[in-house]
C-alpha cells in the first residue's frame, strides 16, 4: 500500500518562500509530479521529476521560480516555491507514477497525496 503525505503547506506573503514535502511510504520507486487545484478550476501540473533526479519539467507559470527536488534516501520529494504570487494560492498535491520517466499528464500517475493548502496574501 502506498501513501503520500504531503506537509509544508500555509499562509505565505506575497514575494515569500515556501517549501512543500512530500513523505511517500510502501513504494517510492518512479517519478513523482506536484499538481495545484485553485478554487473553481481544475487541477493542474506544476512541476515533475525523474527517479534518477536528473530530469525535471516546470509549468511555464512556474519556471524560474518553483523547485523540484527529491531524496530518495528519506523517499520524500520537495517542491521549493520562491517569489510567490497570490495566483499561485491553490492545494497542492504530490503523486507518483509507475515510470521511470517524467510526466505531466494526471491520468499517468496512480498514486496521489491528501494535498496541503498553500494561500498567498496580496
Known amino acids: 500500500q502506498v501513501q503520500l503525505v504531503e506537509s509544508g503547506g500555509g499562509l505565505v506573503q506575497a514575494g515569500g518562500s515556501l517549501r512543500l514535502s512530500c513523505a511517500a511510504s510502501g513504494r517510492s520507486f518512479g517519478s513523482y509530479g506536484w499538481f495545484r487545484q485553485a478554487p473553481g478550476k481544475d487541477r493542474e501540473f506544476v512541476a515533475a521529476?525523474?527517479?534518477?533526479?536528473?530530469?525535471?519539467v516546470y509549468a511555464d507559470s512556474v519556471k524560474g521560480r518553483f523547485t523540484i527536488s527529491r531524496d530518495n534516501a528519506k523517499n520524500t520529494v520537495y517542491l521549493e516555491m520562491n517569489n510567490v504570487k497570490p495566483e499561485d494560492t491553490a492545494v497542492y498535491f504530490c503523486a507518483l507514477t509507475m515510470t521511470t520517466e517524467v510526466r505531466t499528464i494526471q491520468s499517468e500517475y496512480r498514486y496521489w497525496g491528501q494535498g496541503t493548502q498553500v494561500t498567498v496574501s496580496s
Open positions: 521529476i525523474r527517479w534518477s533526479g536528473v530530469k525535471s
